[in-house]
């Protein structure tokens, strides 16, 4: 539970600033939701580039992939949409890397 109540409550506040920076129409808010983003972004592309299962290892309750897939993929949307293609390519990117990392084993060392 405490996982989605996480997962919520972040979701949440990224609505919330993109609501005030796209329909509102408050500057500030955009620049907050778009360096959330990128910062997102980067470190997505860093943990899917270095992180294999070992990182993960709290597990994901039933479902919650599914609701991160959607929630992605709306925001990949919106941000493409109001014409940051870099930053919606680079999140998708991201959300792929880092799902693979879930599945990729370890690196096994060599004995010496």
């Not at 039933?62 to 870099?86: K, S």
Request: charge should be positive; proline fraction near 2%.
């Amino acid at each position: 539970m405490n996982y989605w109540i996480k997962a919520i409550a972040f979701d949440s506040l990224l609505a919330l600033a993109l609501y005030a920076w796209l329909v509102a129409g408050m500057d500030g808010a955009g620049r907050v939701a778009l360096f959330f983003l990128w910062f997102t972004a980067v470190m997505r592309i860093l943990v899917g580039l270095l992180g294999n299962k070992t990182m993960f290892k709290e597990i994901r309750p039933t479902g919650f992939g599914v609701y991160h897939a959607v929630t992605d993929l709306v925001v990949v949307c919106l941000i493409v949409w109001v014409g940051h293609l870099w930053l919606g390519a680079i999140l998708a990117i991201g959300y792929f890397l880092v799902e693979a990392a879930r599945q990729k084993e370890p690196i096994a060392k060599e004995a010496a």
